[in-house]
């Protein structure tokens, strides 16, 4: 059975995979895992960001002995594994991504970053609130948003996936994004998509960015259709 990797985009954590997971079972050997920072897990020394996720990545496959396991990567978790693969190809399989922001500039990151205030979403917001408390736990989640706006500002400065380096991604990479996507666009994908040396872009109808309102049933049977 084909391994696969799924991974958690900002502010998210592994059990929001809980859904997809049971769906996905019985076609592939599914594996998780939190980012540090995220769901509980401990904040890394190294830092927040994805250089340090890339390499929690590279130690996950490593340690469970996945080289070669194929990935999904939802939001940041796609933009985690490309970087990974630019400098690793052979460490990974083929790459899927969902809603990954690829083009990032200082005006984005700006605008993006406004609403990731924990105290503005206490306000505004109430159950998101109480929903990232739950996910990473009272005493971290203020952090992580706070860490997690740093790290767009920092993208939108110096985006880690460029004309550079992005070629140096030989694996097969599948470029998903929902058609009522409202956080990234059709162009920033397909461009991507373009420069990869393996790469594909599908938009998929009906589908918004926030996982949690994805139809599960579509998202597993595209991942089917392109993995199997």
Known sequence: MKKLILLHGALGSASMFDGLTEKLKGSF????????????????????GIEVFAEELKA?????????????GYSMGGYVALYLAA????????????????????EGAEEETARLNPELIKEKVPKYAALLKERHGKKQWKQVIWQTAGMMLELGDEPLLTMENLPLVTNEVTILLGA????????????????????????????PHPLEKLDTGVLCENLKSILI
């Open 180 to 207: 009522d996507d409202n956080m990234v666009s059709k162009e920033e994908s397909e461009n991507v998509a373009t420069i990869l040396p393996n790469g594909k872009f599908i938009s998929i109808p009906n589908m």
């Open 60 to 72: 996950f496959i490593i340690n469970n002995k996945l080289e070669e396991a194929d990935i999904f």
């Open 87 to 106: 400098s690793q190809p052979n460490l990974i399989g083929k790459i899927v991504s969902l809603g990954t922001k690829l083009a990032w500039t200082a």
């Open 29 to 48: 050997e599914v594996y998780a895992f939190n980012f540090s920072g995220h769901g509980g897990a401990p904040v890394n020394e190294e830092g927040f």
